[in-house]
């Protein structure tokens, strides 16, 4: 069982660095396969025809982690200075 999960995340990680291919000069490295992701996701072209629902239990543990995240005191804001020197931004 362990070999079949090794090959098969093996062959996983071999497929996504062969499929990077090289950037091109100038480009940042890794930026086609960004661009390639945000194309995938705008032509929706993998999607499945039904979205996966999440139900029972879960569904419910969610819900409620959610709530009371409104609990929860987020982080302190950034102090911000208010000394701005005319012409700033301009």
């Known amino acids: 069982?362990?070999?079949s999960d090794l090959k098969t995340s093996l062959a996983v990680v071999v497929?996504?660095?062969s499929s990077t291919g090289l950037a091109?000069?100038?480009?940042?490295p890794g930026a086609s396969v960004v661009e390639e992701w945000l194309?995938?996701?705008?032509?929706?072209?993998?999607?499945?025809?039904?979205p996966k629902r999440v139900e029972g239990e879960?569904?419910?543990r969610a819900y409620r982690r959610l709530l009371e995240s409104f609990d929860?005191?987020?982080p302190a804001p950034e102090s911000r200075s208010t000394d701005v020197s005319?012409?700033?931004g301009r």
Do not use: N, T, Y
């Open 1 to 3: 069982m362990f070999r």
């Open 15 to 17: 497929l996504a660095l």
């Open 24 to 28: 091109c000069a100038g480009e940042k």
């Open 39 to 50: 194309e995938l996701q705008r032509s929706g072209e993998r999607s499945v025809a039904e």
């Open 58 to 60: 879960m569904s419910q």
């Open 72 to 74: 929860r005191q987020g």
């Open 86 to 88: 005319p012409g700033f």
